[in-house]
């Protein structure tokens, strides 16, 4: 497992924002121009800005439930930045800043939220999967993935993330497994966040969870998950070591859930405050910042955009959440089967019947349906 | 007798389908070299490289779940799972992934996966080898569950289940496999009328409807002979598919004899056999002159082979649930709620 020289996960900034070299990873972010920098930058702050719309939309009733990511915006933004289009993506429910950087339109974001469909988009269009409730049940399909593009010869590369809680997962195992023994094209990408719910990490794992890898046979990494350029350039190295043919890798992102587990969670029952301001001293856009002023890239102007751009978004978002039109009642049966079903046909039909009967209802007798139609 | 066993007719359907359609892969526990612990995949390796025939680490819901990454990439995986008992692993994989990714996706996805699943008891093995685990899946929106009880629809339904867009779920009645039949080759996708949604009728008879399916419709024909030498004269209809079931012949066949009878190898409590008896008492009411009857393995796990003679409907247990759908003495007589 590559990690820092004392064992502590691999930082190239430190949380005051000083430049940390690096024999490995300083080659591999050498490319970043003020360009690249300032739109790591801008990324991240209008994530954490969907962060926070998201459980407001939450608390005024607009959605059901929001998992907030506050504090993983290194973590996600910078190992987004890394993925080629053609790379696939396989991600757990948290990862709403990767779907963000992805490309992936505002309403989509919010769809599986709101309760309007199961899942946001379409995979195959932004190569992305539908999130992942089951924890760590998309490991294996990004392993499964990984070893079809190994049977097409393609140069691709997929990443899978999911967070410490599913490292005890027994289906995050299997495709250790699984990828190792066919030594498919495949990067898992564990953000250590340091809370599953109430448990703790320690509940876990009784060693870092990078360690875990190369028992498998797995290359693996322990970066600073707070900071966005380590995050970066691991997640490249991983990404280019899967295209070329050399097998699988791991990433342990060390970072932490500084919200709740969902919006239906309340942290103080489990959680040291002291511990959340601990943190808080090691937050990612803050570190970034200095950084970016210190070379000069961050200065009035590009705050004022990345606000301006974080406004847009989060007004966009809740115009289209809250304007988010319902399904229609015919949904519930449309795509459980790609062909005709007997069963599930003859349930359609029926329902369709009956829903018909309030239509007639309704143009016999007006307001009959809030009444009762019958 | 001539003809192709079971377990061959599996075999060249598989053959089959992997010439049609590059994209056909088989994965699972010893299925490469050894041809599977049942020999059902035996050679395949062989003649289509191990890129098509993939031996797998040992672990059921890694092979499921990889399964569905791998259709995800436009690949047809057919599953092995070596026993019934062994699904359980991958049971969150099937019902909360495999079943619901089309559904979860709006139509972007669909998983192509057949799950071939030996199944059921009858052949003296140990626990976790003889379960009849097919209600799980039945009950499973989104999964197709099939089960053939003959060589030539094994041959035909394996090519139809691996063509299929959906998920399938493929019932293979172990104890069958050795069973011999005649087997045309040329029957498969594109040939026309195929078995695998449509229930088919195994005997015809005037008295009694005997349903069943999978390794249970020998032992009805068993007994439909058998009854015949007393003079009850049984149809019995081989369902084929479980989810969705052809409802079809099985009304036509009850609202002919006004009686039914419901065979299969699983526990009763909430089994298909509950399904099928409320179904066709709801659709044929007015047509029965007695309440179903079913004859099923008993509530109890899956017993030590010593005893799972007792535990298995056979052609005994079986007449005497057509005996109580006649109204005839049989083993039940004299109690008052008859169940």
């Known amino acids: 497992m590559s990690t820092g020289d004392d064992g502590s996960p691999i930082q190239l900034l430190s949380p005051h924002g000083e430049r940390r070299p690096h024999e490995r990873y300083d080659a591999l972010v ?36 929001w998992p907030p990511f506050l504090g993983q915006e290194a973590a996600q933004i910078g190992s987004a ?62 392993v499964g993935y990984a070893m079809g593009v190994q049977f097409d010869g393609a140069e691709t590369a997929v990443i899978t993330y999911f967070g410490d809680g599913a490292t005890s997962q027994g289906d995050v195992n299997e495709s250790m497994v699984f990828a190792a023994s066919f030594q498919a094209p495949v990067v898992f990408f564990c953000q250590n966040n340091h809370w599953a719910i109430s448990e703790p ?35 490249r190295e991983a990404l280019g070591r899967a295209r070329s043919g050399n097998g699988p890798s791991y990433i342990e992102a060390v970072t932490y859930r500084m919200g709740a587990h969902t919006t239906a969670d309340d942290p103080t029952r489990y959680r040291d405050a002291n511990e959340l301001e601990d943190w808080r001293g090691r937050d990612p856009i803050s570190r970034l910042e200095a950084y970016l002023r210190a070379e000069g890239v ?21 115009e289209a959440t809250i304007h988010m039109p319902d399904p229609a009642p015919g949904e519930l049966f449309e795509h459980v089967y790609a062909g005709p079903h007997a069963a599930l046909d003859r349930q359609r039909e029926h329902f369709e019947r009956f829903h018909a009967g309030f239509d007639d209802h309704a143009a016999h007798a007006a307001g009959a349906h809030t009444e009762g139609a019958r | 007798m001539a003809g192709m066993t079971f377990a061959k007719a599996l075999n060249a359907g598989l053959r089959k389908a992997m010439e049609r359609d590059p994209k056909v ?94 199944y059921g008891g009858g052949i003296g093995s140990p626990e976790h080898h003889s379960e009849s685990p097919e209600a799980y899946f039945a009950h499973t929106a989104g999964l197709r569950v099939v089960s053939p009880s003959t060589p030539q629809d094994a041959y035909t339904m394996m090519q139809e289940a691996i063509a299929c867009d959906d998920p399938v779920v493929f019932l293979e009645p172990k104890r069958r496999y050795h069973d011999k039949g005649e087997v045309d080759e040329g029957l498969g996708p594109g040939a026309g009328a195929l078995p695998m949604g449509s229930a088919r009728i195994a005997a015809e008879g005037s008295d009694v409807t005997l349903l069943a399916y999978g390794p249970m419709v020998k032992t009805c024909l068993d007994a439909a002979v058998a009854a015949s030498d007393e003079g009850v004269s049984i149809e019995v209809i081989d369902l084929r598919s479980l989810s969705p079931v052809d409802y079809g012949p099985l009304e036509a066949s009850v609202r002919k004899t006004g009686r039914l009878v419901i065979a299969h190898e699983a526990s009763q409590t909430l089994g298909l056999g509950a399904e099928l008896a409320a179904v066709l008492t709801e659709r044929c009411f007015y ?26 409907p056979d052609l005994d247990r079986i007449l005497d649930g057509v005996d109580r759908a006649l109204d005839r003495p049989n083993s039940l007589s004299g109690l008052e709620d008859g169940a």
């Open chain 1, 201 to 235: 990490v320690g509940v876990q794992a009784h060693v870092p969870i990078g360690l875990r890898a190369p028992g498998f046979g797995i290359p693996s990494a322990r970066i600073d998950g707070n900071d966005v350029l380590a995050c970066l350039a691991a997640t």
């Open chain 2, 287 to 312: 047509h029965l002159e007695h309440a179903p009857v079913r004859v099923t393995g008993f509530d109890v796990p899956y017993p030590p082979s010593k005893l799972e003679f007792h535990h298995l």
């Open chain 1, 81 to 142: 930045h890394a993925i080629a289009p053609d790379d696939f993506i396989f991600a757990s429910y948290r990862e709403i800043a990767v779907a963000y950087a992805r490309g992936i339109p505002l309403p989509d974001l919010m769809r599986q939220w709101r309760g309007a469909a199961n899942a946001g988009w379409d995979p195959f269009r932004h190569n992305m999967a539908p999130t992942q409730v089951v924890i760590g049940a998309q490991s294996l399909h990004a």
């Open chain 1, 30 to 65: 050498a490319d970043l121009g003020p360009e690249a920098l300032a739109s790591l930058y801008e990324d991240m702050v209008v994530a954490r800005r969907i962060d926070a719309e998201g459980t407001a939309l939450q608390r005024q009733g607009q959605l059901g439930l």
């Open chain 1, 298 to 318: 961050l200065d009035d102007g590009l705050r004022a955009r990345a606000a301006e751009k974080a406004d847009d978004v989060a007004a966009a978002l809740r």
């Open chain 2, 25 to 118: 892969v088989l994965m699972g526990e010893d299925i490469g070299r050894l041809g599977g612990v049942f020999r059902i995949t035996d050679g395949l390796q062989k003649d289509f490289g191990a890129h098509r025939v993939i031996d797998t680490p040992l672990a059921e819901s890694g092979i499921m779940g990889t399964a569905i990454g791998m259709a995800y990439r436009g690949y047809r995986p057919v599953v092995e799972i070596q026993f019934d008992g062994f699904v359980y692993p991958a049971f969150d994989q099937i019902v909360s992934q495999v079943a619901k990714m089309h559904y979860r996706t709006r139509g972007a996805v669909t998983l192509p996966i057949t799950l071939r699943l030996p």
